[in-house]
Every structure is written in C-alpha cells, then in structure tokens.
C-alpha cells in the first residue's frame, strides 16, 4: 500500500512538471526546456544553485524535486518507484551507482565527459571511478575526508601529549591504549568507531604502499591474503578484546544519562569523516576542545581515505546534453562552484555556518583559493586538505558486487563467528578474497547483459 501511494504521488507530480515545462517562452517563440533535479543535500543551497543555472541558460527551466525523499539507500528505492511511475528526474545524486545501472536509471555521459574541458581537473585517483568496460555512468560530484576527531581538553586532562598532525597508526594504537588505561575508572573510552567498525582492514593497507587502494582494491581484485590486511584486521580483533573502543556497558550508559558519551566527552577519539564536522562545534558548547586530526600514516605515508558522492543523468531525460550541464553544474563543475562558494561565504559572514564538510574532486586554484579561509576553523583541517592529492577514494558508491559480498558475509554469520574467536583473520582472508572478487567480476559482467 505504502508503495502504490508512492507511484500515485509521482506521477501526480509528472502532471505538475508537464504543466510548468510550456514549449514558448513567454510568448515569444523561444522554446524552454525543462528539467528537474533532486538529491538528499541542502535544498536551499540547491535552490540557489539552481536559479544561478537558470540565469546562466536561460531557455532552461529548472524544477528542484523535493518529492523523492530519504537518504543513502531509501532515496535509491524512491528512485526506482520514479522509474516505474516514469516520473524520475533528469538529474539525481545516487548512492549506489550499480543498482542505478542495473535497472535502467542511468544514461551514458562519456562523451559528455570527454568534451568537457572542466573533467580534466579532475584529481587522478578519482578520475576512473564509475566508469565500466570504458564508459562512463555518473560522475564524482565531492569527496568527503575519512579522519580523526580528537578531544583535545580530555586528552589534556589526562596530561596525555597531543599527537602531531602527521602521526602513524603505530602511535595512535599507542595512544588509544593509554588513554583507555588511564580513564578506565571515568568510564572514558579511546576510539568511537566508524559505524560501528574500527575500518583498519580498509585502510591500513593501502598507509603502507603507495599503490595499493581502497581495501586492497587495485583496479583489477582485492587483496585480502595481503600481510597488511590481515595484520589490519588482527589489531582490530585486539583492541575490541581488550575494551579499547567505546563499548559501553548498560550500567555505564545509565549513569553517563542521555546523550551520546563521545558529545559528552567520554571518548578520546572520533572515527568519522568531515560530514560530521558539526560536532565540534556542539562539543565546543559542551566544553570541549575538539580537533579534526588527518588519518594516520603508514611506512608507505599518509594516505587520506576519502568518501566519494555522485551525480547521474537520468535515462528518461529528453534533453541528455542539457541535463548533463545540469548535473556538472550541482556536482563537480567550476560554474557550480563558484556559486557555492558565494553561499558558503555569505552563510559564514553571517554566522549561519561555521565549517564546510565537503571538498571539490577537481583541482580548481581559484576555488581551492575561496575554500582557504574555512580551512582554519578546525584545527587540523588545513593538513587534512593538504594530502588530499594522496587521497585514496572509496569503492562503496561505484564498484560493482562490493556490497553484495559484505551482505553475504552477514548471511554466512562470519561476524558472530569472528567475534566469538571460532575463525582467525589469516584463516578467513583467502576465502573472502576468492568470495568478493568473484562477486565484484560476476557483478561487472552482469551490468550490460
């Protein structure tokens, strides 16, 4: 039921946009295209995007879809209902760009992106993402950067040096062990981790060789039997064994009261990424002095993982060149940019905004040179962006079967089965890297069938 007032909505909505999109301008013989775009971000930023779009091409009509709603996965399942009621929009962010080329949602961009003089600024080690048996299906619109919060004032408290900004994994082992020794009796824990995943296996290997990507992704297969990844995954089974992470027991979390411990400053360290960039100014209220440290290195240096979001062209659009404008213009695009950074300085002027969360995939010097002045409104955020250009991207959004397999890791109960000490790393690595590359190579070969 809930599912067929959906298609009802949208295609009530594809009646409105057929009736705001007339074929003159005005009566004056000049026919408007229209489009339509939607995605899960700042809407009101999106209206401003979009009226700049407008004024620059204006036999253009743009409609920001506000109907398809949820984030992540949910707005994925909205946009497959617009598919079906035939109402999806010309240009839509997408979280899984797979799902969207399975089923259809998705136009091909190459030559679009081949002719665009803005792609090649584009950073290198972004540049292939998205693209299959060499074309191209959506395109890289920010990188967020994977990094870590640092409670400066507990770790003071503690008397615990500060760690430098270009510090090693052996370090911050080292350091989430002494804080967790000495803040046991205050219920302070060393690591909140990301997503509930310490996320080493991801990103330790590639902290110690330069061509090593993204979980051992080297362009063609992962590399789980890596001596990197399985000692990754050993250390992570070691610190959750040992109470290092914050784990907290029931009694514990009735007498901390309501509220999250890491924004009460019960946790010396934050694995997360600079979408959540908010929180230092929510914990500054709350008396705490928090820092965005760059993740730590590894022999090989630091390698920032960052976290890419992307922008596609619908498959329905009548007018795939316009809407390719469209979609360079909200996503990566120098124009679109430009626009941003207009509102970005006015909100900070203002005091609407303190901080940015999401960074440029295209090396623009004057954009990068309008972003600079954000840079310091969090300690360690400047260093952050320094080693951008190392950044090793994620596969989550594009790589086809990657997912798949972690599902089927649940379905096999690998995770209770690796908790209760049953499986070791070294035992399981060779059959989860014969399982995800089968996976990923079934998943390729399956997009076009």
């Not at 992307?310 to 940019?337: C, D, I, K």
């Amino acid at each position: 039921m809930k599912k067929l007032m959906m298609l009802a909505l949208l295609i009530v909505s594809a009646f409105a946009l057929v009736a705001c999109g007339g074929d003159d301008n005005g009566g004056g013989g000049v026919r408007n295209i229209t489009l339509s775009y939607a995605d899960w971000g700042d809407q009101e930023l999106n209206q401003r995007l979009i009226d700049a779009f407008m004024e620059e091409h204006p036999h253009i009509d743009v409609v920001l879809r506000r109907d398809i709603t949820g984030a992540g996965g949910q707005f994925t399942e909205n946009l497959l209902n617009a598919q079906a009621a035939g109402v999806l929009p010309d240009v839509f962010a997408i979280d899984n760009v797979p799902v969207g080329l399975s089923n259809g949602l998705i136009l091909d961009i190459t030559d679009f992106w081949d002719n665009d003089p803005d792609t090649q600024y584009v950073y290198p080690n972004i540049q292939d993402t998205a693209v299959y048996n060499g074309r191209r299906f959506a395109m890289p619109s920010f990188q967020f950067i994977n990094g870590v919060f640092v409670n400066i004032t507990l770790l003071e408290r503690y008397n615990i040096p500060i760690p430098d900004k270009d510090w090693t994994i052996d370090e911050f082992v080292a350091l989430a062990e002494e804080v967790r020794r000495v803040g046991q009796n205050d219920m302070v824990y060393a690591i909140e981790p990301w997503f509930g995943d310490l996320n080493f296996t991801q990103i330790w290997p590639t902290l110690a060789d330069a061509d090593v990507g993204y979980n051992t992704w080297d362009g063609e297969q992962f590399n789980f039997t890596s001596p990197e990844w399985i000692r990754a995954y050993e250390v992570q089974l070691d610190l959750w064994s040992r109470g290092i992470p914050s784990s907290f027991t029931e009694a514990e979390l009735a007498e901390i009261g309501e509220g999250w411990p890491w924004l009460l400053g019960y946790v010396a360290m934050n694995l997360d990424a600079t979408w959540m960039l908010w929180m230092v100014e929510e914990m500054a209220n709350n008396g705490f002095e928090v820092g965005f440290w760059p993740y730590p290195g590894g022999a090989a240096g630091q390698f920032p993982p960052t976290v890419l979001d992307f922008t596609v062209v619908s498959s329905q659009t009548q007018h795939p060149e316009e809407a390719y404008l469209l979609a360079s213009w909200m996503s990566f695009g120098r124009q679109g940019w430009d626009v941003r950074m207009d509102v970005l300085e006015e909100r900070l002027a203002s005091g609407e905004m303190s901080v940015v969360d999401r960074f440029p995939v295209a090396d623009y010097p004057e954009i990068w040179g309008r972003l600079d002045p954000f840079l310091d409104l969090v300690e360690g955020l400047r260093e952050n962006v320094n080693l951008l250009e190392f950044s090793k991207p994620d596969v989550d959004k594009w790589l086809a079967g990657n997912n798949d397999f972690w599902e089927w890791t649940v379905n096999q109960e690998f995770p209770q089965r690796i908790a209760d000490g049953l499986i070791s790393p070294a035992e399981f690595a060779s059959e989860w890297e014969t399982r995800i590359n089968q996976f990923v190579q079934e998943a390729l070969d399956g997009l076009f069938d």
